[in-house]
Each structure stands twice: as C-alpha cells, then as structure tokens.
C-alpha cells in the first residue's frame, strides 16, 4: 500500500521530467529537430471533433509532418498538448492513436471538455506513463479493486504469502522443434499452479516463439490469455508468432475468431448486426440537447447496446493482445471477458506501477507471466526523483532478484542469432556462461553471403574493432542540439558500410548502425548513401545513459549476426568501466586494428586471419 500510494507521484514527476526536458528543447530547437528524436509531434491542426461508436471521443488532426514521424501506430498512447503563453507545453488530454494516414491522424481523447475550437494549433507526444496514473488513482479510490483475485499475486510478489516451489511436469505435446530450456519454459507457464513465472530471453534466444507456443497451450487448455507489451511492434510481433503457431493446426477462421488486438476490432464492430442500430443511436444522440429528457433515455439505451455488442464479440476470445498503457483494458470486465493468464512480453522494459496496473484491473487473473531481459534495455526514466525510489526497476527485475533461489526464473540458454564470438562477452558479463550458440549458427560469417570474400580474410572475422587513437589531427566531440557528433569516426563509419555494400556485395538492408548520441545518428544518415537502419539503442528516447548503462551495451552488440565491428576510441574506453571490459575483450582476441583496416576491402585476396597479435600492431 506505501508503494501505491507513492507511484503515482512518482510517475507523475517523470512526466514532468520529460516535460521539463522537451520545454528545454522547444526554446532552442526548430520543431523539425524534435520531431526527429520522436520525441513530438507539431503544428497540428483539430479539423473536425465527433463521437465514434467504435472508439469514442476523437479528434482528428492534420499536419504536414505526420507522414514522416516513424512512432505513430494505432494503438499508442500519446499526450494531446497546446504552448501555453510562455511557452510551454501544457497537457490538453491523454488518449491513444486510432488511425494513420498520408497528412491525418485520428486519436481518441479522455477529456474532450478541455479541447478547444478547431483550428488551434496542438502538439502530441509519446505517453507510457499517464495511463498508469489515471489507472491508479482510480484504484486508490475503488478499495474493492484491491481485494480482486488478482491481489493474490501482489501478496506473493510482496512475501505476504509464502511462494510455493513448484515442480513442473514437462509436456508431453510440445514440438520438437523447441530446445529443452525452451520446453521448460512453456511448461512451467501453462503449470495451473504456478502463478508467477519470470521467462529470461537473451539475444537470440527464441523468446517471441516460446510466448507464440505459450499462448497456443494455454488455448488448448481453454483459458483466456491476455497479451501485453510496453510498445505496438512488441505487441505485432507476439500476436504475428501466435497466429502462425495456430494456423499450424486450425483454420484461419477460428484463428480470427479467437484472437484480437484490443483496439482494433472495428471490423468486426462494423460487421456486427447491431452496428446499424448503434450508429442510429448516436446520430439521434448528437442532435438531443442534453437538457432534454429524451437524452438520458437514448444515452441509455446507446451505452446498453454498444456494451451488448462488444460482449458478443468478445464472447469467441480467447486471447486479446494491447500495449500496457490503454485503460481499454480495465474496459474487459464490462465484456464479459475475464483473463486467466497475463503475458507481458518485453516485460523489463516497463516498470513497476505500469505491469501491476492492468493485473489489479483484471480481478480474475491467476497467473502472471513476465518474458523480456533484465540485461537488456532496462525501462528509461529519466526523473531524478523517480530514480531515487527505484521507479526503474522493472518488476521482473525485482522478482527476479527478491526470489534468485526460487524457481520462478527460467532461463532461455540457446540462441540461433549470432556467430558464437559475438556472443562471448555478452555471455561472460552477463549471463556467466551459460548460452550456448546452436550450432547451425555459431560459425556464421560475413564469407557465407559475400563469395569473393575469403573465409580466412581479416574481414571475415566476426568481431572487429577500428581504434581512433591514433588518428592525426583528430576532431574533438562537439556539442550539437544538445547531443553530440565525432567527424572522424563518422568518417570511418561511413566508409565501412560502404565498402561492405560495393566491395563485398553485402545487402543494404542487411546493415545496422548504432551510435550513443542522436547528433551522430543525424550525420550518418547524411553521409550513408544507402538505405541502413541507423539509429540509437532506444530510439524514441535517445540513448539516455548509454555509456553508464551497460545493459544498453550489450543490446548494442548482440544485434549482430555475423560481424559486429566497433569503432570508437581505446583510450578513452579505458576510462570507462563497462566499455574498459569490451575493449579488453576485443584485445584478447586479437582483433583490434587501426583505420588502415579498411584498406583491405581493396586487397582481398591477402590479409588472411591474424594467428597473433602481430596483427594489431601492422594495422595500427
């Protein structure tokens, strides 16, 4: 009960955080640089305000940049702002995106007394953490949310109930294709005894597949399964697995008629026999002053039936995929749809408040299942405050730690992504050795897919490092728009992928480049005259702490399949501890050379593998 009643300040106050830090922003850059970072959405216009049967208030906005800003999907839940006279962003209404299109942009709002005339102009803006605010300052006033049956596994989260050390059977009809930790996995999960579980998937290592293969079993078993996840691809990409796991043994009608995406039914509402009826309804509604008497009766009657109808449709779910931040979700008990088991995939990426919010508004849930990386991207937060009280651990990092003896923790051991070298310091720091890479993968190289290079080359190897130190005339790091840029490592960037692409005939498309600062990202789209996925770790946020956050390292290197090459400076890794551990690693493997390795993109028919460290000295 302290915690809960301290959340809600405290995502509050990384609101304001943001806020602060996207004012700062507003006074010195142009609308174009933050819209670039994802970080907002300008000069909106409000065209047209109506009440839709299917989503409720929305407002439908135009803008010249909506065609252009890349974290705009259905589903997401964003903040509609306006400048205040000074300047400053002042929040209008929460809401989420209903639709997308070339230059309009539909959003359902929450508050529509707070919106102004059409015509002002507005600004909209990414929003995880609202939706748990509102969520939790309803639960605080509703005392009966917080003796649900859900409340169960907050007790036991909480120790004040015992966690019980359960044994699962293994089953007996999963498919072969699943490696034993992965086996381990989905049965613990679909174990009716169990009520909490925390699935560790490492890079590579299958985790959307044993979530597909989890939600399959659970169907089997009749439950009804909610999936969540903090993002709308994490929640495109499990409802993708999922179905092509179902299509395996069932027609694609019953798959349809089993699984949805919460806020995407409109199909199926506009196909319902009652949907005729419903928008009559509203029409005669819009046209009723609401002092009329007549108005509380079609209210009623219009609310009665639209619940009616989403009951029907809910009635054939079994699974119902949506992003943790939708209050739609506190919406299913009205449909008569009450979950069994929540799934929250990337589940080390949301905090605390923001996985138990959509729990406690699910009474009849008995079993959460936590599957993400507490290695990995940790969630950001970027409040002081917030940061102090540890609103950044996730809370499948807190069970995982709080119950380490206990067998709630399965990890994923095998991964089928990345030769086994680009795995090696990832598994020592992290994971203490304990992946395998399966051996279909664990000797792939760039060789594979680029035939006129030798298998024996330098270039081959699957883990390269380009020092800088020894640059002449080095350009220092300047400070741009709040981030930074390095000329001569933008430099050798640029010339590696594009020696990759002309020299060895590696697909564009194949070719991922990751750099801490946004400023750099800028600049290596500039320059790269290819189509390269080149971004930060954690694009929509920047990579807030990247050289301090080893966990945003080792999601850095392990995107790699075949070759990851770092370019960057040894002396001044050395002086950073996390960074200090990769380049040693690099070192011991005899694979740190300087810029005059990329010379051998026109040699190569030379330079074979180096047997020792002669290597780094030639190159340097």
């Not at 995502?11 to 670039?36: C, G, P, S, Y």
């Not at 803008?63 to 962003?89: A, E, Q």
């Not at 859900?150 to 699943?178: C, F, G, Q």
């Not at 993968?441 to 270039?459: G, Y």
Request: with cysteine; aromatic share 6%; net charge positive.
């Amino acid at each position: 009960m302290e915690n809960v009643k301290a959340w809600p300040k405290l995502l509050n106050a990384e609101v304001e955080a943001q806020f602060e830090k996207l004012n700062e922003l507003i006074k010195t850059e142009d609308w174009e640089v933050i819209e670039e970072r994802g970080l907002c959405l300008g000069n909106l216009k409000i065209s047209q305000i109506y009440y839709d049967v299917s989503y409720g208030q929305v407002v439908l906005l135009t803008g010249d940049s909506i065609s252009r800003t890349r974290w705009l999907k259905m589903g997401t839940p964003i903040s509609l702002n306006k400048l205040n006279v000074d300047g400053k962003l002042k929040i209008v209404s929460e809401g989420h995106i209903v639709d997308v299109s070339e230059k309009m942009l539909r959003i359902c709002i929450y508050a529509k007394e707070n919106v102004d005339v059409p015509g002002s102009n507005y600004i909209l803006t990414p929003s995880s953490n609202s939706g748990a605010i509102r969520y939790f300052q309803s639960i605080l006033k509703d005392s009966s949310t917080l003796s649900s049956q859900s409340v169960h596994l907050v007790n036991l989260a909480y120790r004040s109930v015992p966690m019980p050390s359960i044994h699962d059977r293994k089953l007996t009809n999963l498919p072969e294709t699943l490696n034993q930790s992965q086996q381990a996995a989905v049965s613990a999960a679909v174990n009716s005894k169990r009520n909490l579980l925390c699935i560790q998937g490492p890079p590579g290592t299958g985790k959307t597949r044993v979530i597909a293969e989890i939600v399959h079993s659970l169907i089997r078993k009749k439950k009804k399964v909610l999936v969540c996840a903090p993002t709308h691809v994490a929640v495109k990409n499990a409802k993708t697995a999922a179905t092509r796991r179902m299509l395996e043994e069932l027609p694609a009608s019953t798959v349809t008629q089993q699984m949805c995406v919460l806020n995407n039914i409109k199909d199926e509402f506009e196909a319902h026999p009652f949907a005729g009826k419903l928008a009559e309804l509203g029409q005669q509604l819009a046209k009723t002053d609401k002092s009329h008497a007549s108005y509380k009766k079609l209210l009623s009657q219009f609310l009665t039936l639209r619940i009616k109808l989403l009951q029907d449709i809910f009635s054939s779910k079994l699974v119902v995929f949506t992003t943790l931040g939708t209050s739609s979700i506190q919406k299913l008990p009205e449909y008569n749809w009450d979950a069994d088991v929540m799934l929250v995939d990337e589940a080390a990426q949301c905090t605390e408040p923001t996985t138990w919010v959509p729990v406690l508004t699910t009474p009849s849930c008995k079993k959460l299942v936590l599957v993400g990386d507490q290695k990995q991207l940790p969630a950001v937060v970027i409040s002081d405050k917030a940061i102090r009280q540890n609103l950044n651990i996730s809370l499948m990092e807190k069970l995982s730690e709080d119950f380490s003896n206990n067998n709630i923790n399965i990890l994923l051991r095998e991964q089928y992504r990345m030769n086994a070298k680009i795995m090696s310091w990832s598994n020592k720091t992290f994971y203490e050795n304990q992946l395998i890479a399966n051996p279909n993968i664990a000797d792939i190289t760039l060789s594979d897919i680029c035939p006129n290079l030798p298998s024996d080359h330098v270039l081959n190897n699957p883990i390269l490092m380009i020092d800088m130190k020894e640059v002449k005339n080095r350009s220092q790091e300047k400070l741009e728009s709040h981030s930074f840029t390095n000329t001569d490592e933008l430099k050798v960037i640029t010339d590696y992928v594009s020696r990759l692409v002309c020299n060895l005939g590696v697909d564009s498309s194949s070719i991922a480049v990751i750099a801490p600062y946004f400023a750099q990202i800028e600049q290596i789209r500039r320059y790269i005259p290819f189509r390269v996925d080149v971004n930060t770790v954690d694009a929509f946020q920047g990579a807030i702490g990247f050289l301090n956050e080893t966990r945003r390292l080792n999601v850095a290197v392990t995107r790699a399949k075949r070759q990851f090459v770092l370019v960057g400076n040894s002396r001044m890794m050395m002086k950073n501890v996390h960074l200090k551990e990769l380049y040693k690693h690099l070192e011991s493997e005899n694979v740190v050379f300087g810029v005059d390795l990329l010379n051998l993109f026109d040699r190569l028919d030379e330079a074979r593998l180096p047997t020792s460290d002669r290597s780094s000295r030639v190159f340097q």
